[in-house]
T-cell receptor, first 113, second 113 residues
Framework: EPEVTQTPSHQVTQMGQEVILRCVPI?????FYWYRQILGQKVEFLVS????????KSEIFDDQFSVERPDGSNFTLKIRSTKLEDSAMYFC???????????FGQGTRLTVV | GENVGLHLPTLSVQEGDNSIINCAYS??????FIWYKQESGKGPQFIID?????DKRQGQRVTVLLNKTVKHLSLQIAATQPGDSAVYFC????????????FGKGTSLLVTP
C-alpha cells in the first residue's frame, strides 16, 4: 500500500541551527502539506503546496520556515534558525485533490535543545 | 477564531461495546470533515470522511454522522476492539480554504477487556 515516508524519524538540533525535514509523498498525489503537533496537543496546519508553490500557510509558518519540492519525489520543510518552541512532531501529508483524504507520514520528532 | 473541538477528552469502553466519539465545530462554511485515528508515536491515520451534502456515511465498523443544524459530528465504532484504542481527531477543511485541515483536540479511546 502506498504511504508517505518521512526522514529522519527523530532529529535533535541546537537552538539557532537550521534543520531540513524530508518527506516523500505518495507518487500520484498533487497536494502536499506540513503539520506539526506539540506534545499532547492537537495537530496544527503549517503549509500546503500545490503546483510548485505554496497554496496556503498558517500564522505559525513565518519567515523562519520554507518548503521546497527539489525534485519529482521529495518535499522538504526547512526551519532556518530553530527555537526551543519549534520542538514538536512534524507530519507531512499528501492528497490526490482538494477535499480528499490526506494521508499522513509517521512524523519526524524534532527536539531543539 | 473558528474552533473545532471535542466534547470529551477520554472515553473508556468495554471490548465488544459500541463507541461514540463526538465533535463540535463552529464554522458553518466547512463542507468537508474527516476522522483520524492516532496511535502513540504514529501519524494520523484516515478513518472516514463526510461531505456537508450528506448526514451519514458508513465504513467498515465505523459510521460518521453529521448534523449541520447544530454543527455536530460523531464517530461510531461498532464492536470496539482493543486495537481501536487510540486518540481520535475530527478535522474540518479550514474556513475559506480547500487546502488544509483544522483539527480538534482529540479524544482518547481506551478499550478494556
Amino acid at each position: 500500500e502506498p504511504e508517505v515516508t518521512q526522514t529522519p524519524s527523530h532529529q535533535v538540533t541546537q537552538m539557532g541551527q537550521e534543520v531540513i525535514l524530508r518527506c516523500v509523498p505518495i507518487s500520484n498525489h498533487l497536494y502536499f502539506y506540513w503539520y506539526r503537533q506539540i506534545l499532547g496537543q492537537k495537530v496544527e496546519f503549517l503549509v500546503s503546496f500545490y503546483n510548485n508553490e505554496i497554496s496556503e500557510k498558517s500564522e505559525i509558518f513565518d519567515d523562519q520556515f520554507s518548503v521546497e519540492r527539489p525534485d519529482g519525489s521529495n518535499f522538504t520543510l526547512k526551519i532556518r534558525s530553530t527555537k526551543l518552541e519549534d520542538s514538536a512532531m512534524y507530519f507531512c501529508a499528501s492528497s490526490v485533490g482538494l477535499n480528499t483524504e490526506a494521508f499522513f507520514g509517521q512524523g519526524t520528532r524534532l527536539t531543539v535543545v | 477564531g473558528e474552533n473545532v473541538g471535542l466534547h470529551l477528552p477520554t472515553l473508556s469502553v468495554q471490548e465488544g461495546d459500541n463507541s461514540i466519539i463526538n465533535c463540535a465545530y463552529s464554522n458553518s462554511a466547512s463542507d468537508y470533515f474527516i476522522w483520524y485515528k492516532q496511535e502513540s508515536g504514529k501519524g494520523p491515520q484516515f478513518i472516514i470522511d463526510i461531505r456537508s451534502n450528506m448526514d451519514k456515511r458508513q465504513g467498515q465498523r465505523v459510521t460518521v454522522l453529521l448534523n449541520k443544524t447544530v454543527k455536530h459530528l460523531s464517530l461510531q465504532i461498532a464492536a470496539t476492539q482493543p486495537g481501536d484504542s487510540a486518540v481520535y481527531f475530527c478535522a474540518e477543511n479550514r474556513a475559506n480554504s480547500g487546502y488544509a485541515l483544522n483539527f480538534g483536540k482529540g479524544t482518547s479511546l481506551l478499550v478494556t477487556p
